[in-house]
């Protein structure tokens, strides 16, 4: 099983640009395979949406760096990591716009790069961004498709109801053929099905053992790679992470957490604590 961390970022919070750099060289350098960065545009004062995986710790001016432009900075100091998208919102981007500049990381990072999607759980964000809230669902699902023809075909075309074009010469293509892996990120039974119908893998998320083999058994075979953030010490982590290895999960992402200790030990504590576990799996 695979071992990566997710790395959220955001300038204001004395986490900056050259830090991030720093933790995604350190994160290479002591072995760990995939570094994640989340999305928000925005969050928004006094909103009612309820985060739907545990309780979310924002601090007085909450914001992280845009995922594809966090993900080329990393990708300029690094070699072997793969860069994914921990999850980007899908239904919040204009499909063609977003191809290319997926495009373009995957270029600088050599082929690096998983595009991890979601519909979004803040609908006070949408309404900011000006972006319907209603059938979020139906635009991923028909953005997914003109993300596959932008990278795929030599000419591309799409009639939807949320994207329409034809004739498009959408070029250069990715440096992955095909494009990057989409994988399909939530819990829920609608995010199931969209991975089991759309994507190259599933990113879930705080979910408990008993939680990750029912969402296996729902995905038909779909690669699952499974996050959750822990600031507590490493070693308890290693029992979860060898239980969702017995069950088929591809890849571990962690969200170290706490400040109390600086970011480059706490991936050096990460990936020594779970070395034990990526042997085991014959990915040591």
């Known amino acids: ?11 204001g919070r004395g986490r900056g640009m050259a830090e991030l750099a720093e933790a995604s060289e350190r994160a290479e350098a ?6 994640w960065f989340p999305e928000h545009v925005v969050f ?10 545990g309780t979310l710790a924002m601090g007085k001016r909450p914001g992280v760096y845009d995922p594809l432009i966090a993900m080329t900075v990393a990708a300029g100091v690094t070699s072997r990591v793969r860069l994914g998208t921990g999850v980007l919102i899908l239904p919040q981007r204009e499909p063609l716009t977003l191809a290319q500049q997926v495009v373009a990381v995957d270029h600088a990072s050599g082929g690096r790069v998983d595009l991890g999607i979601g519909v979004g759980w803040l609908r006070e964000e949408f309404e900011a961004l000006g972006v319907p809230w209603a059938r979020r669902g139906a635009r991923a699902d028909e953005y997914v498709a003109a993300l596959r023809t932008a990278w795929r075909d030599e000419v591309s075309n799409l009639t939807g109801e949320f994207s329409s074009f034809a004739g498009v010469l959408a070029y250069p293509k990715p440096a992955q053929a095909g494009g990057p892996p989409i994988l399909v990120g939530g819990n829920t039974p609608a995010a199931l099905d969209r991975a089991r119908r759309l994507g190259d893998g599933w990113f879930g998320w705080a979910l ?14 779909v690669p699952a790679t499974v996050g959750l953030a822990w600031p507590r010490p490493f070693d308890a982590l290693v029992d979860y992470a060898k239980a969702l290895a017995q069950l088929g999960v591809r890849e571990l992402v962690v969200a170290p957490g706490t400040r109390d200790v600086p970011l480059g030990d706490r991936l050096a504590g990460l990936a020594e604590a779970l070395d034990g576990v990526r042997a085991s799996t014959g990915d040591g």
């Open 1 to 11: 099983m695979r071992i990566g961390a997710t790395l959220a970022f955001d300038g």
């Open 30 to 35: 002591v072995g760990l395979d995939s570094l």
């Open 44 to 53: 928004v004062e006094g909103a009612r949406s309820q985060y739907p995986y």
């Open 208 to 221: 408990t053992v008993d939680e990750v083999a029912a969402a296996i058994d729902a995905l038909g075979g």
